[in-house]
């Protein structure tokens, strides 16, 4: 009976990591975007170009982690002998992580020294810090997103960013602004390949792939990594059009950040 349940515990694994690389092979309408905070007075702010990023891994709190709510994900999870907590914590580090590594990457690309901060790290005068918070990471249900579609069972990512200018020791607010990443909106394979050909389990990777039109897509380990790094991509696209009013960069390696404005 044991090695029954090993043997189907196994197998639901490997289903639901297929499921989950099936998801994120399909997320091509999936998207970020940046919401401006209050501005800071272009006076406040010293305009030479710092010598250093110096890049925080952004805080979470487990209770701000939501789980897949997909059954295989909590079939999983009922017979995990991790708990909910630990789980939610490996969700935030991995977030955290993927945020911090393409983040720095990005700005790394604009010329900058990008330094990911450590509880060793010093700040230095003049230093650039880039830090912030997870307000919400949520994994969504991947069953529903697949067969459904059109934002159901979306998983969301949404950040708030602080960025500072090391000025005598001080942190001088540079820049804040909020980001929020979601799956996308895109048709399930239930509208792209009807519902029965979903239901009898017709929905393979290459299926759907094709359907959605996204063959060749970069693969990602999850749905949150690949969040993350969408969010990367707007927060280092957001930061270079204000490194290029400051004159830092050239005003043709400004990114073009997708911003919104607060309700």
Known sequence: MISLLRGWFRTLRIFHASLAALAIAITGCAGASVTPGPSTPASTVASSRPARIVLQNFAFQPSQITESSAPGARVMNALSSSSAEQRQDKIGEEAADALGAETAKQLGDLGFTVVRADNATQLANGDLLVTGKFVNVDEGNRLRRLVIGFGAGASKLDTQVNVYRINDGARQPVLDFTTHADSGHIPGAALTMGAGAAAQGGATAGMVA??????????????????????????????????????????????????????
Do not use: C, H
């Open 210 to 263: 094709a359907n959605a039109g996204v063959g060749g897509a970069k693969s990602y380990s999850s749905t949150v990594t690949f969040l993350s790094n969408k969010t990367a991509e707007q927060i280092s696209n957001y930061m270079s059009q204000y490194f290029a009013q400051q004159g830092w960069i050239s005003p043709d390696q400004a990114r073009k950040a997708k911003v919104t404005q607060a309700d």
